[in-house]
């Protein structure tokens, strides 16, 4: 069975500087990834997605991640973070194209002035 | 475009009461799913609607959850009756066609239940 692994579950970072959220799947034939947002009592937002082609995937608010098949890893990473990038963060795999995510266990980021 | 509607926002109950949430999803999206989110956990899909069938509940605890989306449009969401780790956020979300190249999942904001 697909599982997705946050390998921290709360980073401090200050601010401006660079941030890495790590997360890890297992393997499967066809994968698909994506970095959500979660901020306070709100639902969860869609930061980038992996589907196919470039490794490199941007996303909103300077957000990218890195597809590495090799290494089973989708990390999310940031040059400068600011206060406002606080908020929980979920990776999330899909075995198909068939809208069933499944999530790993969330990161937390605290940003610090 | 209006988001994924959801009601309550929160909701406290006592073990072994009912309790209901209701989802409006986005306008045109075919397909409608339950996420069920523990404290410190993440999502994990309950069920998932194509217009008004069932595509996947085999995660649904079926002996006390169930779900329906009888016009293929807003969907409601049963406890009966509840227990204590049924304390979660329930995350309504909603996509065009249940595929990922057209358009993202839609997240509503989700109900707390709280069961005490």
């Known amino acids: 069975a697909q599982s997705v692994t946050q390998l921290d579950s709360q980073v401090p970072v200050f601010e401006e500087a660079p941030v890495e959220l790590r997360c890890n799947y297992s393997?499967?034939?066809?994968?698909?990834l994506f970095w959500y947002v979660q901020y306070p009592n709100q639902g969860l937002q869609l930061l980038l997605k992996y589907l196919s082609g470039s490794t490199l995937v941007k996303g909103i608010n300077g957000f990218e991640a890195e597809f590495n098949k090799s290494q089973t890893s989708f990390h999310l990473r940031k040059p400068s973070v600011h206060i406002s990038d606080t908020a929980e963060y979920f990776c999330a795999a899909s075995p198909g194209n068939t809208g069933k995510l499944i999530f790993g266990q969330g990161t937390t980021l605290q940003v610090k002035p | 475009e209006a988001g994924v509607a959801q009601s309550p926002r929160y909701k406290i109950i006592e073990k072994r009461q009912s309790v209901a949430f209701w989802c409006n999803p986005i306008?045109?999206?075919?397909?409608l799913y339950w996420y069920q989110q523990i404290l410190g956990q993440g999502p994990k899909l309950l069920i998932q609607?194509?217009?008004?069938?069932?595509?996947?509940d085999s995660q649904l605890p079926k002996d006390r959850f169930s779900a329906e989306r009888l016009k293929g449009v807003d969907s409601t969401l049963k406890i009966q009756p509840a227990k204590l780790e049924d304390s979660a956020v329930y995350l309504c979300?909603?996509?065009?066609?249940?595929?990922?190249?057209?358009?993202?999942?839609?997240f509503g904001n989700g109900t707390r239940l709280t069961v005490t």
């Open positions: 609607f194509q217009n008004n069938g069932v595509v996947d």
């Open positions: 306008s045109g999206h075919a397909t």
């Open positions: 979300a909603s996509s065009l066609d249940g595929g990922y190249y057209n358009s993202p999942l839609h």
């Open positions: 393997s499967s034939v066809s994968v698909y």
